[in-house]
């Protein structure tokens, strides 16, 4: 198999990687998408992750919390998924930089764009924790700005579900499925595949995405070469 494309922005939820569990890690799901990811770095394409953290927590546990500390507490989420991911990675052979947002350089480096661009230069994986570093942005919306920054050919969105549908195909038998749509309807019609900020960010920079089901066989690695599945998002 070839890669269509040669520097991808992966975004993994973090409940992805919980497994059937729903909370924690799986390290069966671990091992399944890091077993992906060493086949499409051996293919020579550069990758960088962002991983959710609602495994752990998400903000709107934090019913009664300040909408600040609850948003700060998930970046620190992201922060536990993305080491676990690293120290998977890194035990496979595959020499990989976690990079946060809010500083801890006891842990990780900073994100520094030029950085990040070094590493991709010298075969590594970068992960990219913390989200944007500010409260009120999800982790779409810093999939979408780092994949504007790093100027990925797409960014990938590996999810729950195998594909996008005009309602959720699990309360609803008669769901739409989209194999293509583009991202004005989405943000027009407020389709839940990505939020409007990561939706409009992406459209304005015109990055293509494919929203596809991660637990599908080898799904990473078909959508990094290019196979049709799950809905691609444009501006065509």
């Not at 924790?129 to 700005?145: F, I, L, V």
Request: net charge negative; hydrophobic share 40%.
């Amino acid at each position: 198999m070839q890669p269509k494309y040669k520097r991808v922005l992966l975004k993994l939820s973090g409940e992805a990687l919980a497994g059937e569990a729903g909370h924690g890690l799986d390290e069966g799901v671990i091992s399944y998408v890091v077993n992906q990811i060493v086949e499409v770095h051996n293919m020579g394409v550069e990758l960088a992750l962002v991983i959710g953290g609602g495994n752990f927590w998400r903000g709107r546990q934090g019913k009664n919390m300040d909408r600040t500390t609850a948003d700060h507490m998930g970046m620190l989420a992201t922060v536990m998924n993305s080491l676990a991911m690293m120290d998977a990675l890194e035990q496979r052979g595959i020499p990989t930089r976690v990079q946060t947002a809010l500083i801890m350089t006891s842990v990780a480096e900073p994100y520094i764009l030029r950085k990040a661009i070094h590493h991709f230069e010298k075969g590594r994986v970068v992960i990219m924790a913390c989200g944007t570093g500010n409260p009120y942005c999800s982790t779409d919306t810093a999939a979408a700005q780092r994949a504007c920054e790093i100027q990925a050919d797409v960014l990938m969105l590996a999810k729950n579900i195998d594909a996008i549908y005009d309602s959720d195909p699990k309360l609803n038998p008669n769901a739409k499925k989209y194999d293509h749509i583009n991202y004005m309807d989405i943000i027009k019609n407020g389709i839940k595949a990505m939020d409007t900020t990561a939706a409009t960010m992406c459209m304005e920079n015109d990055i293509p995405a494919i929203a596809f089901g991660l637990d599908e066989s080898n799904s990473i690695v078909r959508a990094v070469c290019g196979e049709k599945l799950g809905t691609l998002i444009d501006n065509n």
